[in-house]
Structures are given as structure tokens and as C-alpha cells.
């Protein structure tokens, strides 16, 4: 029998009782909406009326605005009788919190989605315009920084194929993260201006607006029946005012919400002090407000960048639940606390990593002090309402607050997660009596770090359910990161494997690709991937083969057309297209890349003819204050200066970064890769989805048996995957006898020629000891064993190199590789998630 502090604590997966509670909505008509026009007199009509164009006069720009009004016209339709059947129907609805959305360009993907491309084609093409000249114009939407940001859009996308009942919410950024520019080989950050033109892919909602409080302090004092209760009071006001881009699924007439949040002061001009001719105190308050949701995690090297930080996620987190609330007041008559008892049947959150984690705290917050329901009443839904998704297996970057700083900003709340904290210790020392050590490690305040509140904590806390992203991931964060959770809360840790969307990451990332299969299978696996396992007999035939081949060839050409264009270099198309691109961070392991890099150059020079030709693509962003990270990005362009100048070399090694990675940029990417670099250290990545779509389009896969890379090996078979490295167990062990990287160095020539090349300023002419930091750090500390792994990785690397000869051999293993990735979709992640967290159906 349950305690009633374990009562309170615990969270429940499903609500015992079912509240009979009625719709307010009733189940009237459906809304008439005019009849479009046909697709040539829509884009003929939005240029005049839209664009106040005629057809000569118009720009480039014009007829892309054109064709995207043409195509939201469709999907405004769409979205119209999809909110109607959602307030009609009632179902259970899942709301995605997320801090990023890498949504990308809007007009293919959606013209894609609703399946009109060719009509839409065909009409500029009639009118005497190119459409993919139009989609060259669109600015990916800034809304993200990497694989969290776009697996979110992935599974916006899923749920709307799906027809799940769902809305993503998030922040409308002004500036996103950065665009990223190499000058003199160095990341430089500029504003990513993506609104200049306006967002023809938004509608503003100035009728959905939330007040957010910040700072304060909270009183007490009686309510109507005598009972002492808390008031947060004299707190500041911001305004969150919603926007709302729409997510059309494919194949289906489902289109979904993405809603997201932009800042904005709730008194933005003071006459008084304009007219005392004090202009710039007169704006002070609206931009110190609209700072919020400026940027995408502002630098937080600083006290104010750290209270920003905060305020953008509790600002989004806020914002969302007050709407999520709305929307199931008005839909439902609540008269009585037991009608309550409804909610946890009609909304589920995931929380996207720990980023929205303050959201529990919120809800309760918003149940207790606003709605006036008791604490373990509330207590109770929250525990049925909320689940979380880990990212990261490094406890450095699970995010925590200083108590200080959180009672400053959100006093209300630190009050609310201190109870929360002691009824859940409570609990804890209830079924773990005396065992003082394991409740200092699972308190939500971290006692011993200058008392900091630990946000993944109060996740883990406050859901029913928390879920790794990929099979080793979720066994680890059992084993070690959650372990003192999994005793306590036996159960509740799961595992769902990221996936990707293949709509936008095959059918419209490769179009050559998609019409090679649907010539040979049919449409099916457009919507259902597991089709795509029919093409697997085809890697026996000659003829699929050659056809593979050549899409791979018009894939890599269109991509070294791109690459001279954006960085000057010429590239072999001929070569082995030897790709990494991501975030830039040390456990992703660029460095080893580049040690094999100069490795390569070593053995050319050496007078090795036996190197197959490379060019080695890097891409992706460094975090404005990650010092490391930026030399990693630099010494990548130094070795480019040298390689790509060497005449000896002549086309047979290049070294190529891609500037200002984004969603449009990976699209070219992908398609256009032969080897995909996966080569983190073993038990540091979470997942990974670069990996799964560059091998749905076709690149062989080096990498370390890390993240979804084990489960991509198992999918695809060991003989057509290079997997290389340590394992998990394998570097814990090294660690745990005492790491000596010289020793790698010492032993291995190669190596050792390498490492004292950077030492010795062989890449920096002017500057001999740029890179002391990076060789001193890989000798005396290595933290991610780039050392121990060099031998391994050159090893799997000359195997690459010598099958890649062969080139029938490899489109065969690349054909194997497409054929096996349809665990890797995103509609089957959103499945499992569906049937075993969410517990929603379809709403057909």
C-alpha cells in the first residue's frame, strides 16, 4: 500500500478514474471555405495582389513569394479543417516543447507534403519561371542550432503524416544563433537576419498573449476559506505574443501547429521620459524585453547572459502551458476539482531535453496558485501529464541554476521545486531508509556545488516517463547518469530511437534518388520506409547499380558546384566524398579527422601511390564562447591552406569547410556524401540523426559503436558498416587503469609525425605555437582518447580508401545501406512514442 508521501511524489502512468466532463465545443459544421483557383491563376493573382507586381516587373523575389502564398493558400485549407476536426472531436492532443525548431525552407517541403510540386513546377514553368530558382531565395528559418532542433521538425513532420493530434511550441528567435562566416580560417559570428523579408510562413496572433512574471517576491496571506496562501507579487511583466507556422503532413489532410513565442514589453514607450528629451530610457524597458527571444542561448559566460538563458525558457515554458490550459478550459466545463481529473486524458507534454524542464514547476504553479486546485491533487496530474527525452550523457551538460539566481528570477517557483524536492527526498527515505549518500545525488538541489537546482532532476521527478534516443543511450543513462532514479522509480526509463523524416530527407533532399526506387518498387515507402526494404535484391543487379551510381555522381557534382561557390575550392568529383558535418565540440572528434587528414598528406608526400583521392568535407558551428572549439575550426583551415595549395598533391587530397551549416546546406550535403564520419567516442553521443541521413542517401558509415551507429550497424550487417574504436566498456576501462596518451604518441611514427607538425607550426607559419593548446591537451589529458583510437580509425580509414576502388562493391553495400534504414524513420519513432508514452491516437 502507497504512503501518502509516495502518493504525492510519484507519478502515475494513466489516470485510474475517468472525469466525465463535457465538451464545450459542439459538434456543429463544418466551415465553407471558397474553392483555390487553379495553381497558374494563383501565382498570377498573388503577384498582383500580394506583391503589387505585374509579371514584368516582378523580381526573383516576387514570384518566390508568389509561389509560397500559392502553396499556403493550400495549406491554410488544410490547417483550417484540421483545427476544426480537433475542437470537434476532443481527442487527447501532445504538446512538444522544445527550445529549438530547424524547421528549414517551408515552400518545397510543403508543396512536397501536399503533393502538388509538379503542378507548382509546371505553373512558373508556364509563366516562364524557375521554380527551384524561387526556393534558392528562401532563408532557412533560424529557429535552431542542431540535431535537437531539427529532430524536433522531424517529428513535427511524422506527426502530422500520422495524423496525431498535435502542436509544437518554442521561441520565434529574431536573429537565431549566428551566421557563421571563415575569415582568415576563423569562425566569425554575424546576426542571422532570416526575418529581412518577413516570414511569409508565419501568422502573428496578436489575440494569444500571455503575461510572464519575473523577479519579485512571494507573500502570504489568507483566501476565502481562511487557508494561508502564496502570492507571487510586485514582479515584472514581459508580454508573450504568439506566432503560428504551420506543419503539413504528408499525404494526409492533417495539417498541425507549431507555435512559438516572441517577447514583448508590456509598456513599450514612456512619453515622460521622451519628452524630457531621455530617449534612450524611453525605449529601455521594450528592448531590454525583446532581448528574451533575440537570439538562440545568448552567451552565458556572464551573470546576465546566465539570467537571460533562464528567462528564455521559462518565457517559452510559461507561455505554453498558460496556452495548453486555455485551450482545454475552452474546450471543457470544469465546475468541480474532479473534473480536473480530465486533463491528463486530454493533454501530453514532452519536454525536448532539459531545456523546458521548468515546466513542471510551472504547471503546478499554475494548478495551485492560479487555479486553486491542493498541492497533491495537482501534484497527482502533473505526474500523468509530463514526459522527458534525455539528449546527453554528460553530467557537465545536464543545465542546473544557482539557487541564487532562480530565487531572484522566478521566486514563486524555487518555493514550489523546494516542496517538491522535500516530499520527493521524503519518499526516497521512506523506501531507502539511512542512505544519506543517495539522497545528496538524486535532490533536485545540489547541495555541494554552492547549492545549484538541477533541472534534469526535476524532470525525472515530475514525469511518467523519460526515454534515451537510442538503444546503448538508454541503457547508459540506466546504468549510470539516472542510475539512483531507475532504483527508485523502477520502470520509468525507456528507450526510442531518434529517427529522421524521409520526406524531406529523401524525397526532397534526392529527388534522383526517390524516382530510381519509385521506378522500381512504387510510391509506397514515401510514406511507409519499410517499403524501401524491397530494393535490397536490386544491390545484385548491374543495371539498379549503374543507375545508383550515376544519381551518386549528379548528387556529388551538384555538391561541388556548391562547395566553389561558397569557399573558392575546386573539388575531384571523382574522388571519395569523405563528409563530417555537425556541431563542432571535442567528443564529436573532428580532430582525429584532421589527424588522418595530415596522415594522408604524409604518405602522398612520402611518395604513397596507392592513396585512393579524397575530399574531405567539414561543416558545422562552434558555440560563440567554446574557445577550443573555434582553434579545432581553425587548424581545419589551416591544413586546408596547405593541402589544397600543395601542386605535389595535384587532385588526389582537398580539405574543404563548409561555411554556416543549415538545414538547406545539409540537403545538398548528404545526398552528395560517400563516406559518413560518425567517430565520437563510445559513450558520449546520445544518438545522432546526420548518421541516418547520410546513409539513407547512400554514404557507407565509419564510425565507433557510439549512439544509433550500434543500431545502424545491426539494421545495415557488420560487413557494410567500417566500425572502428574502443567501446563503451572498453574506454572505461582504459580511463579506469590510468590513461597515458604520450604512450600512443611515442609508439606510433605516424602519429608522432603528426602531432609534431601542429606542434612545430608546419600549419601556421606565422604563429608557430597557435596550436600548443590542442597538442598539449592531446598528450597530457585527451579527455575524449582521440590517441588511443588514432591506430583503429587510420586502420578502418585505409579500408574505406581500398574498397572504394571497387566501385561496384561499394554502390552495392550503399545500396544495403538505403535498403535497411527504415527503423531509422521518424514516423516509426513517433509510433513508439504514441502507443507507449503519449497513449493518443490518429484523428482521421
Not at 47 to 67: N, V
Not at 319 to 334: G, N, T, V, W, Y
Not at 360 to 385: C, N, R, T
Not at 665 to 691: C, M, V
Request: hydrophobic share 40%; aromatic share 10%; with cysteine.
Amino acid at each position: 500500500m502507497k504512503t501518502q508521501e509516495e502518493s504525492k511524489v510519484k507519478p502515475v502512468t494513466k489516470s485510474k478514474a475517468k472525469a466525465v466532463v463535457k465538451p464545450k465545443v459542439a459538434k456543429g459544421k463544418k466551415s465553407t471555405l471558397p474553392k483555390l483557383p487553379s495553381i497558374e491563376q494563383s501565382l498570377q493573382n498573388h503577384l498582383i495582389f500580394s506583391s503589387f507586381k505585374t509579371s514584368e516587373a516582378a523580381t526573383p523575389r516576387d514570384w518566390y513569394e508568389a509561389a509560397s502564398y500559392t502553396v499556403r493558400d493550400h495549406v491554410v485549407e488544410r490547417w483550417i479543417k484540421t483545427a476544426e476536426s480537433y475542437y470537434r472531436d476532443d481527442p487527447k492532443r501532445v504538446y512538444y516543447l522544445s527550445l529549438e525548431f530547424l524547421i528549414g525552407r517551408m515552400l518545397s517541403n510543403a508543396a512536397l507534403n501536399l503533393g502538388i510540386s509538379d503542378e507548382l513546377r509546371q505553373g512558373m514553368s508556364t509563366l516562364g519561371r524557375d521554380l527551384e530558382n524561387a526556393v534558392e531565395l528562401e532563408t532557412d528559418a533560424a529557429l535552431g542550432n542542431g540535431g535537437l532542433g531539427r529532430l524536433a521538425a522531424c517529428f513535427l513532420d511524422s506527426m502530422a503524416t500520422m495524423d496525431i493530434p498535435a502542436a509544437g511550441y518554442g521561441i520565434r528567435y529574431e536573429y537565431g544563433m549566428f551566421r557563421q562566416s571563415i575569415e582568415n580560417g576563423q569562425q566569425v559570428e554575424n546576426p542571422d537576419n532570416w526575418l529581412r523579408y518577413g516570414n511569409i510562413w508565419e501568422f502573428q496572433r496578436p489575440e494569444a498573449t500571455y503575461n510572464i512574471k519575473f523577479h519579485g517576491h512571494v507573500v502570504k496571506f489568507p483566501n476565502d476559506k481562511g487557508e494561508e496562501v502564496q502570492h507571487w507579487v510586485d514582479a515584472e511583466h514581459v508580454i508573450a505574443m504568439a506566432y503560428d507556422v504551420p506543419v503539413p503532413g504528408f499525404g494526409t489532410d492533417t495539417v498541425n501547429n507549431l507555435r512559438l513565442w516572441s517577447a514583448k514589453a508590456a509598456r513599450e514607450f514612456d512619453l515622460s521620459h521622451f519628452n524630457d528629451g531621455n530617449y534612450e530610457k524611453a525605449v529601455e524597458e521594450r528592448n531590454a524585453t525583446e532581448n528574451i527571444s533575440k537570439v538562440l542561448y545568448p552567451n552565458d559566460a556572464s551573470v546576465l547572459g546566465k539570467e537571460l538563458r533562464l528567462k528564455q525558457q521559462y518565457f517559452f515554458v510559461s507561455a505554453s502551458i498558460q496556452d495548453i490550459l486555455r485551450r482545454f478550459l475552452s474546450a471543457h466545463e470544469i465546475h468541480s476539482q474532479d473534473d480536473w481529473k480530465l486533463l491528463p486524458e486530454k493533454i501530453a507534454i514532452q519536454l525536448n531535453d532539459t531545456h523546458p524542464s521548468i515546466g513542471v514547476a510551472e504547471m503546478m504553479y499554475q494548478l495551485v496558485d492560479v487555479h486553486h486546485l491542493p498541492w497533491s491533487f495537482a501534484w497527482e496530474l502533473v505526474g500523468k501529464i509530463f514526459a522527458y527525452t534525455n539528449h546527453t550523457l554528460m553530467p557537465e551538460a545536464l543545465e542546473t541554476w544557482s539557487v541564487d539566481l532562480f530565487g531572484r528570477l522566478l521566486p514563486r517557483h524555487l518555493e514550489i521545486i523546494y516542496q517538491i524536492n522535500h516530499e520527493f527526498l521524503h519518499m526516497v527515505n521512506h523506501h531507502f531508509p539511512g542512505d544519506v549518500e543517495l539522497l545528496k545525488r538524486v535532490s533536485i538541489i545540489d547541495e555541494s556545488n554552492g547549492r545549484r537546482v538541477r533541472m534534469a532532476h526535476l524532470a525525472v521527478v515530475g514525469s511518467h516517463t523519460v526515454n534515451g534516443v537510442a538503444a546503448l543511450h538508454s541503457e547508459l543513462l540506466k546504468q549510470y547518469l539516472f542510475a539512483d532514479f531507475d532504483r527508485i522509480y523502477p520502470g520509468k526509463m525507456t528507450n526510442v530511437t531518434n529517427g529522421i523524416t524521409p520526406r524531406r530527407w529523401l524525397n526532397q533532399a534526392n529527388p534522383g534518388l526517390t524516382d530510381l526506387i519509385e521506378k522500381a518498387i512504387g510510391p509506397g515507402f514515401k510514406k511507409d520506409l519499410t517499403q524501401i526494404k524491397k530494393i535490397t535484391p536490386l544491390a545484385d543487379d548491374a543495371d539498379f547499380r549503374k543507375a545508383f551510381a550515376a544519381v551518386k555522381h549528379e548528387n556529388k557534382l551538384r555538391l561541388a558546384t556548391k562547395i566553389e561557390a561558397k569557399t573558392g575550392v575546386k573539388v575531384n568529383v571523382n574522388s571519395l566524398f569523405d563528409v563530417q558535418i555537425k556541431r563542432i565540440h571535442e567528443y564529436k572528434r573532428q580532430l582525429l579527422n584532421v589527424l588522418h587528414v595530415i596522415t594522408l598528406y604524409n604518405r602522398i608526400r612520402n611518395g604513397n601511390q596507392d592513396i585512393t583521392p579524397r575530399t574531405i568535407i567539414f561543416g558545422g558551428k562552434a558555440a560563440p564562447g567554446y574557445w577550443m572549439a573555434k582553434q579545432i575550426i581553425r587548424l581545419i583551415n589551416d591544413v586546408a591552406a596547405i593541402v589544397n595549395e600543395d601542386v605535389a598533391l595535384a587532385d588526389r587530397l582537398k580539405v574543404v569547410y563548409y561555411p554556416n551549416y543549415e538545414v538547406s546546406a545539409a540537403e545538398i550535403l548528404f545526398p552528395g556524401s560517400d563516406l559518413s564520419e560518425q567517430i565520437s567516442t563510445a559513450g558520449t553521443e546520445a544518438s545522432g540523426t546526420g548518421n541516418m541521413k547520410m546513409a539513407l542517401n547512400g554514404a557507407l558509415t565509419i564510425g565507433t559503436l557510439d549512439g544509433a551507429n550500434v543500431e545502424i550497424k545491426e539494421e545495415v550487417g557488420d560487413e557494410n558498416i567500417f566500425i572502428f574504436g574502443l567501446t563503451t566498456p572498453e574506454v572505461a576501462e582504459v580511463k579506469a587503469n590510468g590513461y597515458r596518451p604520450r604512450d600512443y604518441y611515442n609508439n606510433n611514427k605516424e602519429l608522432k609525425q603528426v602531432l609534431d607538425m601542429i606542434a612545430d607550426g608546419y600549419f601556421s607559419i606565422d604563429e608557430p605555437a597557435r596550436y600548443k593548446a590542442i597538442v598539449d591537451n592531446l598528450l597530457n589529458n585527451d579527455q575524449y582518447l582521440l590517441l588511443a583510437d588514432y591506430a583503429s580509425y587510420v586502420e578502418a580509414q585505409d579500408r574505406v580508401g581500398h574498397l572504394y576502388q571497387n566501385q561496384d562493391e561499394w554502390t552495392r553495400m550503399a545500396i544495403l545501406n538505403v535498403a535497411n534504414m527504415a527503423k531509422f524513420s521518424s514516423d516509426r519513432a513517433i509510433g513508439d512514442y504514441a502507443k507507449n508514452i503519449w497513449h493518443v491516437a490518429a484523428n482521421k
